[in-house]
């Protein structure tokens, strides 16, 4: 019996640990027939324009990028809903190094 409240209390302790440890998004931005809107957080304007630039340049029509917060300073770049990998690429360098 005390071995299946050690089980449980290791567990739990794991379980809560794992969730405030994982990365929470800072914010979303949705692309729909080539234009970003933010659905979520406040990115940076000059993201969000680099963005809007991106699209043009690439011909990007949807997609979907997720800024996910991994500490207290850094964000990363998740991406999904149909954008291209060839331009997570150019997403990532906007981000890091913006114009």
């Not at 954008?83 to 114009?99: C, D, F, K």
Request: charged content about 25%; proline content about 6%; hydrophobic content about 45%.
């Amino acid at each position: 019996m005390m071995d299946l409240a050690v089980i449980a209390i290791v567990l739990a302790l794991a379980g809560t640990i794992f969730y405030t440890t994982r990365g929470r998004p800072a914010f979303v931005i949705r692309i729909r027939h080539g234009e970003p809107a933010v659905v979520k957080g406040d990115p940076p304007a000059t993201f969000v324009t680099d963005v809007r630039r991106i699209c043009e340049l690439f011909d990007v029509q949807r997609g979907r990028i997720v800024g996910i917060r991994k500490g207290r300073h850094k964000i990363d770049l998740r991406f999904g809903g149909g954008l291209p990998e060839s331009v997570h690429w150019q997403l990532r360098n906007a981000w890091n190094h913006p114009l």
